[in-house]
């Protein structure tokens, strides 16, 4: 089923109104009290920020105005930016499969910000990096698989929600583990959320730990089983749309260094960089990651390393931009209530989700190897 829309001005006419109307007066709330912004996140799906990525790896699939759209939110609040990510991610799993059922029954409820959800493939990733173990172990049973196990940092998460996710099955006969990737309803029985918001920053995102209790999966939400080669088709697309948070955090950094040029600019032209040149580094990077953005079902591995060294540089960017936007503030970006710490903060949360600064450094190692 084909839900995908082609984003017209006035779709962005709205989710501008959204951002500045809506979003901006509440994002100290969102910061402070970690309020999730639901009603800002139905809203974008609303405008049609969710469905503009999902044609299907048949299709001509762009990612240009999903990254826009994300990066418009994470110019007001990076909290939001990762939401969008993590419901932009959900969609882009199920679009991205073959699977009839949930393109049908789900992905169109996700796309219209009427059913929230994102991620849950920080673990799986690092282990299939071999970073860490798999958190999730499963049997196969009739009709599908039973889930035992505890899933950390899922973010964008109501009780009603969806998240994609992988396990492991041992399999008779073989020395390794298959690994399964499936949609999850956290409504379903024996999962219980917990929320997890014991962070610096990012609190505002519904970031759950899952509890798993022989919970059942049935077949009609599986998404690759075998799932390595469905991780090969999304990863390109996974990776290079964090860069929409990358893009909105950075741009607004440079936005602040602007706003103090007048009465700070006497001082601030002995810092070692000034608004221009982390401005020259964020027009090239754009340039490159709209690029990337037309093709990202391409799964050679030249394209993949492009994609991640985007990806890496966005994360370097964002924190040497809020570094910056914090030393030209001053003072005033330094108060409780001050943008340029607030950024600051957000920024280094890109250089550490999965895939983290270090981790990006890996596989491009790996790749060159």
């Known amino acids: ?60 699939t762009d990612l240009t105005n999903a990254l826009l759209a994300m990066a418009r939110a994470s110019e007001e609040c990076l909290s939001t930016g990762f939401c969008v990510w993590c419901q932009d991610t959900l969609a882009w799993y199920i679009s991205s499969s073959d699977n009839e059922y949930l393109k049908s029954h789900v992905l169109p409820k996700v796309a219209k910000g009427m059913a929230l959800g994102g991620t849950g493939m920080s673990n799986p990733l690092k282990a299939i990096a071999e970073i860490e173990p798999m958190r999730l172990k499963a049997v196969r049973v009739e009709g599908g698989y039973q889930v035992k196990g505890m899933l950390p940092w899922i973010s964008n998460l109501t009780e009603d929600g969806y998240f994609g996710t992988m396990f492991h099955v041992d399999v008779e006969g ?18 219980k959320l917990r929320l997890d918001h014991d962070f610096v920053a990012m609190g505002g995102t519904a ?10 999966v049935p077949d009609t939400f599986i998404l690759g089983d075998p799932a390595l080669d469905f991780i090969k088709r999304i990863r390109p697309g996974f ?40 401005e020259a580094e964020y027009n090239a990077l754009l340039a490159d990651v709209l690029e990337l ?18 990806r890496l540089k966005g994360g370097e960017l964002s924190v040497e931009a809020a570094h910056w936007a914090q030393l030209h503030c001053g003072a005033r970006g330094y108060v409780t209530n001050g943008a340029a710490q607030r950024r600051l903060r957000e920024a280094y949360f890109i250089a550490i989700v999965t895939p983290a600064t270090k981790h990006l450094r890996k596989m491009i190692a790996e790749l060159e190897a």
């Open 174 to 191: 073989q020395d390794q583990p298959k690994k399964v990737m499936a949609i999850i309803h956290a409504e379903w029985e024996g999962i």
């Open 1 to 60: 089923m084909n839900v995908a829309v082609a984003i017209t001005e006035a779709n962005f006419e709205e989710i501008e109104r959204i951002s500045s109307n809506e979003l901006s007066p509440i994002v100290r709330k969102i910061d402070d009290e970690r309020v999730y912004p639901e009603e800002i996140m139905r809203a974008y799906g609303a405008a049609g920020a969710y469905a503009t990525h999902i044609d299907g790896p048949d299709g001509n």
């Open 207 to 216: 970031t759950c730990n899952a509890q798993f209790r022989d919970v059942f």
């Open 239 to 278: 990776v290079l749309l964090q860069c929409g948070m990358a893009a909105g955090i950075i741009k607004n950094c440079i936005d602040l260094m602007k706003q103090v040029e007048k009465p700070l600019g006497h001082i601030n032209q002995y810092l070692e960089k000034q608004p221009s040149d982390i």
């Open 293 to 310: 953005a037309k093709t990202p079902y391409d799964q050679s591995d030249a394209f993949f390393k492009r994609v991640l060294e985007a």
